[in-house]
Structure formats: C-alpha cells, structure tokens
C-alpha cells in the first residue's frame, strides 16, 4: 500500500509512520505538499476538520495512492470547559470513504490564547515565547506545553490511527 500524506513536515509524516509501523501491507510514506485551504490558523473543529479533509483529498488528485493522510493543527473551545485549546485532527482517505481522528486537546496559557485570538498563528507565538524558530517542525506546542511528555509527532500519531480506524477495523 502506498500512502500519500498531504504535507512537507517532517513530524506529520514521522505521525504517519508511527500510526502504520505496525501494518505490514505499507509499502511507502510518501510527503506531499498540498494546500489544506483553510486559514493559516485554523479555528474551530470545522475548520481543522475541513483541513484535514482537504489534504488528504488532495493527495489523492496528487498522485496515485492507496491512502491520502491529511493533518491539520488548530485551535478551538469546548463546551464545559473554559480556555482555548490547541487541536489536532486527521483525515484518511482512499477516494470511497474518508476515516476521521482527532488527536488529543491540550489548553493554552491564558497569554498564548489571547495572542492567537487577536490573529497571531500559534506556531509563531511559541517560537516567541520559547526564543527558539520552528517549534512546529520538531516537538510543536503540545511537547512545550507538556514538558516533553507528548510531543507533536506522537499527539498527530493518535488523530491518525483514530482516522484509519474505517481501513483497520471490521467494527466499521
């Protein structure tokens, strides 16, 4: 099988090889870069969601892939629960059904959330705050704000195999 995912980060394809390392019928990972055509910031779950749709949709059109991956980090509320969280959702796609995952949610800092809230994008924000460039292409925000303990390889790896589950599972 060759699966296709809709990205040139390196930790969104490392996410990818994490999630299908155990499955003997992959014969590649291959990054794509494509165009999620959502804002640079996505907010909400429908807009992170529709990201994550769009990548992996556009793998697929891209070349010829058994599976298209699309993940797509964001930012959004929940209800019952106060602050803004970032969120990490991911879409699988074989051109008849699309599986979709959400990775796991972790709050912002009150000061990080008003800053992203008044336009600024989160990877950005963190490099600032950490005094560093392209917290994004290693551990991402979730490995700051987690102390190491979940990084955003692992973070996007479990939105993955929550999407693969319809490919992977007879329960579907």
């Keep these: 099988m060759r699966v296709g995912v809709g990205s040139g980060n390196p930790v969104k394809r490392r996410a990818v090889e994490r999630a299908l390392e155990t499955n003997e019928t992959v014969e590649s990972i291959e990054s794509v870069s494509v165009p999620s055509r959502v804002s640079e910031q996505p907010t909400g779950h429908a807009e992170t969601v529709a990201g ?14 058994d599976l298209g991956v699309g993940l797509e980090g964001g ?29 796991p949610s ?42 190491g303990s979940l990084d955003r390889a692992d973070a996007l790896a479990a939105a993955v195999a929550g999407a693969l589950g319809p490919f992977v599972s007879d329960l579907y």
């Design 75 to 103: 930012v959004a509320r929940f209800e019952g629960a106060d602050g803004l969280f970032l969120v990490m959702w991911a879409a699988v796609d074989d051109g008849d059904r699309v599986g979709r995952g959400a990775g």
């Design 52 to 65: 994550a749709e769009n990548r992996a949709a556009a793998v697929l059109e891209a070349d010829e892939y």
């Design 106 to 147: 972790l709050r912002l800092p009150d000061d990080v959330a008003a800053r992203v809230e008044a336009g600024a994008e989160l990877g950005p924000v963190m490099d600032d705050l950490l005094d560093t460039t392209g917290v994004a292409r290693r551990g991402g925000a979730a490995g700051a704000l987690t102390d």
